[in-house]
């Protein structure tokens, strides 16, 4: 059928909803009778549960119940798949507690205010124990133990080529420790959950996540019910990244105490208990070792990976993420890593925004630049030396990642000339001659990543009125996949939008779903309607080739989208003719089955792998370490473009995340575990005055490896711009000695770096 519906910017359906205040969020929901939750949370990082006394917490007004661990018969969750050991996370803590904000038990009361009352009568006496920060003390020689009958705080690790000397023949190795602290996700919206069981047994739940699905096998699982009698709805989700993926244990604890009582339970978190109890992001230090020959050719890379998991090693399967990416855009020829993740007393890491590839992007590039500087060479031109080729696709990287099709360079030459770069550098090279206090810094980052997991669901139905519903596993947080859905039904039947509606993040409608994560919902998700609609559309030719009776090869789709024989406009049939049509046996051909619809799920041959390159420019005073950034500009490949719109959304969000990393957010405890960034008053999150202008450009390399030839885009600027900002950061500041700043990079951070630099002045 006609492709023009690639390239065409179709404004997002979802938005006017959003705009007239008319969203409707899980602690909308109206539930008669419900009663608030309200959690009591360990105030220390790690200790002994002693007691737990509830008797003055029941007596309080409103109180319907206060549940403590041993009043559930809940089975504990188990780490992440590779993990063997006894790492596994009670969902009230019972004997010990590891992070400070850990769920000990649960008040059910009338109101919030008289469940948050009574959960503070609830007194629990600790035993304190020393506690761990930080993944480098957690291997420490005589570190305390999370976990004592593992006999190790080390969690899962592995190893690859590590014993190999991939240095060899290197001319010049740079060797460097980087950090890639831990941050928090802070969507708009925090955790809510609201389970409500029926008359019969069955239960329904509301909850804000990326994976109702998998929300439902879990419930299920732990409550001991089978899958169909737990539905499980998404309603508008208001920001995730990654951290909605997983399954809380309030989640487990609520809805266990909703069958125990008979009752609604509704539980939402504040901020403060969001910012401690939500999965935070990366938390990985690397120490790299990368050769070159004189002429700036890569020979090899050694990487250390040690992760920081937090309390509980859910997202293990994180660090070896990383370790895939390693080679990035470059034809590295060897590789050798090591990966260890471990536990700490705070709390635990799961993915956010990139998932592993992040990480691996910022210690590349800022070994890059390490590299260009050993050797006299522009950053852009050490880049451009070792770049993949656009030939040499697919492409096998030395850790045995496969890509699928790439022009590395193209990315790179449009950044650095909708940056101007040649002219920055003239600017930064006459602020430096004038020994200004406000220097200039360019930053480079070319950047590959994974995308496009799993399988996913979609099914196409045409109705008696001609209008069409499409149904998805895929499970939007903000995206627009309402739009980009109904654009590729409407494209494919030649309906109006508007005629399109499409049904989403709710178990007992849509059949199956893998939901929203590692930006694969448009390749994946939208592979699997665009098929389900093209069946539809060959359904639909039959069908009206056999009233007509001619051949389905003289059948068209005309302009005005009736469906009929070609140059015999007075020969053709409304979408809705066809559905009435289809519901008559005898007006069928022969072995066609009654109905316009189709579905199916598609799962794709391979991954697809994102590409891009950024510029970042910042402004550094050097009398205050101030950064102040100034431009932007990002050059991002998903593949062919479905609605640039759409795109350019993802692109912005994406770089507000990552130059948030690199300059203002990071998650800070005190030695005793303590977290310090409990609220948005702590927590630096910047807001759209705090971001400079983006320049953003696309250039498309489809992929062959789906029907629409799309890659994801949803991470792929928090994976590029954080590196390209640290560049541009320490860049600022070269002329000085300064060789490295850790993320994020702070006015202090910046100022110690200048008086401790070798080359200032004064």
């Given at each position: 059928?006609?492709?023009?519906?690639?390239?065409?910017?179709?404004?997002?359906?979802?938005?006017?909803?959003?705009?007239?205040?008319?969203?409707?969020?899980?602690?909308?929901?109206?539930?008669?009778?419900?009663?608030?939750?309200?959690?009591?949370?360990?105030?220390?990082?790690?200790?002994?549960?002693?007691?737990?006394?509830?008797?003055?917490?029941?007596?309080?007004?409103?109180?319907?119940?206060?549940?403590?661990?041993?009043?559930?018969?809940?089975?504990?969750?188990?780490?992440?798949?590779?993990?063997?050991?006894?790492?596994?996370?009670?969902?009230?803590?019972?004997?010990?507690?590891?992070?400070?904000?850990?769920?000990?038990?649960?008040?059910?009361?009338?109101?919030?205010?008289?469940?948050?009352?009574?959960?503070?009568?609830?007194?629990?006496?600790?035993?304190?124990?020393?506690?761990?920060?930080?993944?480098?003390?957690?291997?420490?020689?005589?570190?305390?133990?999370?976990?004592?009958?593992?006999?190790?705080?080390?969690?899962?690790?592995?190893?690859?080529?590590?014993?190999?000397?991939?240095?060899?023949?290197?001319?010049?190795?740079?060797?460097?420790?980087?950090?890639?602290?831990?941050?928090?996700?802070?969507?708009?919206?925090?955790?809510?959950?609201?389970?409500?069981?029926?008359?019969?047994?069955?239960?329904?739940?509301?909850?804000?996540?990326?994976?109702?699905?998998?929300?439902?096998?879990?419930?299920?699982?732990?409550?001991?019910?089978?899958?169909?009698?737990?539905?499980?709805?998404?309603?508008?989700?208001g920001g995730g990244f990654g951290?909605?993926?997983?399954?809380?244990?309030?989640?487990?604890?609520?809805?266990?105490?909703?069958?125990?009582?008979?009752?609604?339970?509704?539980?939402?978190?504040?901020?403060?208990?969001?910012?401690?109890?939500?999965?935070?992001?990366?938390?990985?230090?690397?120490?790299?070792?990368?050769?070159?020959?004189?002429?700036?050719?890569i020979v090899g890379l050694r990487?250390?990976?040690?992760?920081?998991?937090?309390?509980?090693?859910?997202?293990?399967?994180?660090?070896?993420?990383?370790?895939?990416?390693?080679?990035?855009?470059?034809?590295?020829?060897?590789?050798?890593?090591?990966?260890?993740?471990?536990?700490?007393?705070?709390?635990?890491?799961?993915?956010?925004?990139?998932?592993?590839?992040?990480?691996?992007?910022?210690?590349?590039?800022?070994?890059?630049?390490?590299?260009?500087?050993?050797?006299?060479?522009?950053?852009?031109?050490?880049?451009?030396?070792?770049?993949?080729?656009?030939?040499?696709?697919?492409?096998?990287?030395?850790?045995?990642?496969?890509?699928?099709?790439?022009?590395?360079?193209?990315?790179?030459?449009?950044?650095?000339?909708?940056?101007?770069?040649?002219?920055?550098?003239?600017?930064?090279?006459?602020?430096?001659?004038?020994?200004?206090?406000?220097?200039?810094?360019?930053?480079?980052?070319?950047?590959?990543?994974?995308?496009?997991?799993?399988?996913?669901?979609?099914?196409?139905?045409?109705?008696?009125?001609?209008?069409?519903?499409?149904?998805?596993?895929?499970?939007?947080?903000?995206?627009?996949?309402?739009?980009?859905?109904?654009?590729?039904?409407?494209?494919?039947?030649?309906?109006?939008?508007?005629?399109?509606?499409?049904?989403?993040?709710?178990?007992?409608?849509?059949?199956?779903?893998?939901g929203t994560f590692g930006s694969?919902?448009?390749?994946?998700?939208?592979?699997?309607?665009?098929?389900?609609?093209?069946?539809?559309?060959?359904?639909?030719?039959?069908?009206?080739?056999?009233?007509?009776?001619?051949?389905?090869?003289?059948?068209?789709?005309?302009?005005?989208?009736?469906?009929?024989?070609?140059?015999?406009?007075?020969?053709?049939?409304?979408?809705?003719?066809?559905?009435?049509?289809?519901?008559?046996?005898?007006?069928?051909?022969?072995?066609?089955?009654?109905?316009?619809?189709?579905?199916?799920?598609?799962?794709?041959?391979?991954?697809?792998?994102?590409?891009?390159?950024?510029?970042?420019?910042?402004?550094?005073?050097?009398?205050?370490?101030?950064?102040?950034?100034?431009?932007?500009?990002?050059?991002?490949?998903?593949?062919?473009?479905?609605?640039?719109?759409?795109?350019?959304?993802?692109?912005?969000?994406?770089?507000?995340?990552?130059?948030?990393?690199?300059?203002?957010?990071?998650?800070?405890?005190?030695?005793?575990?303590?977290?310090?960034?409990?609220?948005?008053?702590?927590?630096?999150?910047?807001?759209?005055?705090?971001?400079?202008?983006?320049?953003?450009?696309?250039?498309?390399?489809?992929?062959?490896?789906?029907?629409?030839?799309?890659?994801?885009?949803?991470?792929?600027?928090?994976?590029?711009?954080?590196?390209?900002?640290?560049?541009?950061?320490?860049?600022?500041?070269?002329?000085?000695?300064?060789?490295?700043?850790?993320?994020?990079?702070?006015?202090?951070?910046?100022?110690?770096?200048?008086?401790?630099?070798?080359?200032?002045?004064?």
């Open positions: 059928m006609s492709t023009s519906i690639f390239g065409s910017v179709v404004l997002r359906t979802e938005d006017p909803r959003f705009i007239r205040g008319r969203g409707r969020y899980t602690d909308n929901v109206v539930a008669e009778g419900a009663l608030d939750a309200s959690f009591v949370r360990s105030m220390m990082a790690h200790a002994g549960v002693v007691s737990v006394d509830l008797s003055a917490a029941s007596q309080m007004p409103g109180v319907a119940a206060v549940i403590a661990a041993a009043d559930l018969d809940l089975a504990p969750q188990p780490p992440s798949g590779s993990v063997s050991g006894p790492f596994e996370r009670q969902v009230l803590a019972q004997d010990r507690v590891r992070f400070v904000g850990e769920a000990i038990a649960v008040v059910l009361a009338e109101s919030l205010g008289e469940a948050q009352d009574a959960a503070e009568g609830v007194q629990v006496e600790y035993e304190p124990l020393p506690a761990v920060v930080g993944s480098e003390a957690a291997l420490a020689d005589g570190a305390p133990l999370l976990f004592p009958e593992a006999g190790s705080n080390l969690a899962d690790g592995f190893d690859t080529e590590w014993k190999a000397d991939v240095l060899a023949g290197a001319d010049v190795v740079v060797r460097a420790r980087f950090e890639n602290h831990r941050v928090a996700p802070v969507p708009m919206e925090t955790n809510a959950f609201l389970v409500v069981p029926e008359d019969d047994g069955r239960l329904t739940v509301w909850v804000s996540t990326q994976a109702p699905f998998d929300i439902r096998s879990d419930l299920a699982e732990w409550l001991g019910l089978s899958k169909d009698r737990v539905r499980v709805i998404a309603p508008d989700v951290a909605k993926l997983a399954v809380y244990p309030e989640y487990l604890v609520c809805a266990a105490a909703a069958v125990r009582l008979g009752r609604p339970v509704r539980w939402k978190e504040t901020r403060s208990e969001s910012m401690v109890n939500m999965t935070h992001g990366r938390g990985q230090v690397h120490d790299v070792e990368l050769g070159a020959r004189r002429d700036g050719t990487v250390d990976i040690l992760a920081d998991m937090g309390a509980y090693p859910m997202a293990t399967y994180l660090p070896p993420t990383t370790q895939m990416m390693l080679s990035g855009p470059y034809g590295i020829p060897r590789i050798a890593c090591r990966v260890r993740s471990v536990v700490t007393n705070a709390t635990p890491v799961g993915p956010y925004r990139g998932a592993g590839r992040p990480e691996a992007t910022a210690l590349l590039e800022r070994s890059m630049n390490l590299l260009a500087l050993e050797l006299g060479l522009d950053p852009a031109e050490i880049r451009r030396r070792n770049l993949i080729p656009p030939d040499a696709f697919p492409h096998a990287t030395a850790v045995g990642t496969t890509y699928d099709v790439g022009d590395y360079g193209r990315a790179l030459d449009g950044a650095l000339r909708l940056s101007g770069y040649e002219r920055l550098r003239e600017e930064q090279a006459a602020r430096r001659g004038r020994g200004d206090r406000i220097q200039l810094g360019i930053g480079l980052s070319t950047y590959v990543e994974i995308t496009g997991f799993a399988r996913e669901f979609g099914s196409v139905e045409v109705h008696l009125d001609g209008s069409v519903t499409v149904l998805t596993g895929i499970s939007p947080h903000g995206q627009g996949h309402e739009t980009s859905l109904a654009q590729i039904a409407s494209g494919v039947l030649g309906l109006p939008m508007d005629r399109v509606r499409v049904v989403h993040s709710d178990t007992g409608v849509v059949p199956s779903g893998e694969r919902s448009l390749q994946i998700g939208g592979s699997a309607v665009w098929n389900a609609s093209q069946a539809v559309m060959d359904k639909g030719a039959l069908v009206a080739a056999h009233l007509l009776e001619v051949g389905k090869e003289d059948i068209v789709q005309h302009e005005d989208g009736r469906i009929g024989v070609a140059g015999a406009p007075d020969r053709a049939f409304t979408w809705s003719e066809l559905a009435a049509a289809a519901t008559e046996p005898l007006r069928l051909p022969n072995g066609l089955d009654p109905g316009l619809s189709a579905s199916g799920r598609f799962k794709q041959r391979g991954s697809t792998f994102p590409f891009g390159a950024h510029v970042a420019v910042v402004e550094v005073d050097l009398e205050t370490g101030g950064v102040r950034p100034v431009r932007h500009v990002a050059v991002d490949d998903c593949g062919r473009i479905l609605n640039p719109m759409l795109v350019e959304g993802q692109i912005h969000g994406g770089l507000a995340q990552g130059i948030a990393q690199a300059l203002y957010e990071s998650v800070e405890f005190d030695e005793l575990g303590t977290p310090l960034t409990t609220n948005l008053a702590s927590y630096l999150m910047p807001s759209a005055a705090d971001l400079p202008g983006f320049a953003c450009s696309q250039t498309e390399t489809p992929t062959p490896l789906n029907p629409l030839g799309a890659k994801g885009i949803g991470e792929a600027a928090t994976v590029g711009s954080a590196p390209a900002v640290q560049n541009a950061v320490v860049d600022a500041l070269s002329h000085l000695g300064v060789r490295h700043i850790d993320m994020p990079c702070s006015p202090e951070r910046v100022w110690r770096a200048i008086r401790g630099a070798s080359g200032r002045a004064g």
